[in-house]
């Protein structure tokens, strides 16, 4: 099963190609990255409007690109995957109607997927991780513990309660003059810094429940910073190491409980899974890897390259719904917000004009054919 995969939810403009075998593994053909960091660097984070318009202007060539890198033409593709949220409207709008579009013409399934549990997957394109797993998903935007049960099937059993994870090493790296994008800026500086010189909080521990929260934290942090102002190196190096330390100790244990919670909901996970931008920071990774050792379970991470945002993954995640007899009408909404847990959850909006079956063919409408359900197709996808 061959998909192309589109990403355009935030500032990387991607496109790639991965194969799903018929036993579950996963080829990745091609796999395209181009990242808007130049476009974005003056402003000092993403802004919305440029991103989607670098979106329009690269997409077409990214994706021609990671055809052409994997061999193939378009009319070999079993499906075409874009991120449909959640994320900043203008790209998602981009690169859904740029799959719609390649859907429409080439006569293949459409996958509309949420870019959450392209993450949540990512560890089964890389290592057949096989369900339930304990996905831990910390990117720019979510952090959270999250029950992985099945394609289509989440249970979310702890989140934060104010910043993401990701969020808050992009203000770290803000405040004390990293630039922009801040996470692997504040993973360098930390590691010549001293994690100890400055005592920050470690909100949420040991806390009965699997939650984070981060603001206390960036608060604390500012307040040392101005307080030793103007800073040296030295100083800006300190204060990552010990909010690094802080944010790793923190997501131990909000980890720990979250393994209980899961044992106690749904038994033994088959693996402790890292996703996201931040699961490829690599503090982040080797705690991991004691508390799954102490835990007595499997710790799954994707190599950091598939951590970061990238079309593999939405691919993958298209590919496994393809595989399930998923697969989603020509009228899909693009959606900024789209928590996971409501991704098995049919599609809102109006009844799709079309459904695309796995051999090309139109129903119209869809819900005359699949009883109604907006974003299913019977067992011709298989
Ligand atoms: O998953 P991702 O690429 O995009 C989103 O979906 O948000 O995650 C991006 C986030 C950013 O906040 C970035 O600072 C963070 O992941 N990040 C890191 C590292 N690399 C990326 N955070 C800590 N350490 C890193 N090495
Ligand atoms: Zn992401």
Same mark, same amino acid.
């Given at each position: ?236 190096? /300190?204060?990552? %190491?010990?909010?690094?330390? @802080?944010?790793? +100790?923190?997501?131990?244990?909000? #980890?720990?409980? !979250? &393994? ?48 970061? /945002?990238?079309? %593999?993954?939405?691919?993958? @995640?298209?590919? +496994?719904?393809?595989?399930?007899? #998923?697969?989603? !009408? &020509? ?52």
């Amino acid at each position: 099963m061959l998909v192309l995969g589109i990403e355009t939810t935030c500032d990387e403009t991607a496109a790639a190609v991965v194969e799903r075998h018929d036993d579950g593994r996963a080829t990745i053909l091609a796999n395209v990255v181009l990242s808007q960091i130049a476009e974005h660097a003056a402003f000092g984070g993403v802004v919305p409007e440029i991103a989607a318009r670098a979106h329009v202007e690269a997409l077409d060539l990214v994706i021609a690109t990671a055809m052409a890198e994997a061999g193939r033409d378009f009319g070999a593709l079993d499906g075409v995957a874009a991120a449909a949220g959640p994320g900043l409207i203008g790209g998602v709008i981009v690169g859904l109607i740029t799959a719609k579009v390649i859907a429409l013409v080439h006569k293949k399934p459409l996958m509309a997927v949420n870019h959450l549990e392209a993450h949540a997957l990512t560890v089964r394109l890389t290592d057949e991780t096989p369900f339930p797993y304990c996905l831990f998903l910390a990117s720019g935007g979510h952090t959270q513990i999250v029950a992985v049960r099945g394609v289509g099937d989440y249970v979310r059993l702890g989140t934060t309660r104010d910043d993401a994870i990701g969020e808050a090493f992009d203000k770290t790296a803000k405040l004390l003059g990293l630039g922009y994008p801040g996470g692997q800026r504040v993973e360098r500086e930390a590691a010549r810094g001293d994690p100890f010189r400055f005592n920050l909080p470690r909100p949420m521990l040991g806390r009965q429940d699997a939650d984070f929260s981060l603001s206390g934290l960036k608060t604390a942090l500012r307040l040392e910073a101005e307080k030793i102002a103007p800073l040296t190196h030295q100083d800006v190096a /300190d204060l990552c %190491a010990s909010f690094q330390l @802080a944010v790793v +100790e923190m997501v131990v244990d909000r #980890l720990r409980y !979250g &393994l209980r919670i899961f044992r106690e909901r749904f038994g033994v996970p088959c693996a402790l899974v890292a996703a996201g931008g931040v699961a490829a920071n690599d503090a982040i990774r080797k705690a991991l890897l004691n508390l799954a050792a102490q835990e007595r379970v499997a710790l799954m991470v994707p190599p950091p390259s598939l951590c970061t /945002d990238n079309a %593999a993954m939405i691919a993958w @995640a298209g590919a +496994e719904r393809l595989a399930q007899g #998923l697969c989603d !009408g &020509l009228d899909s909404s693009p959606r900024a917000r789209w928590p996971l847990d409501q991704v098995g959850a049919p599609l809102p909006g109006p009844r799709p004009h079309a459904t695309v079956k796995a051999d090309g063919a139109a129903l119209s409408p869809a819900g005359e054919e699949d009883g109604g359900s907006s974003n299913t197709v019977p067992s011709a996808v298989a």
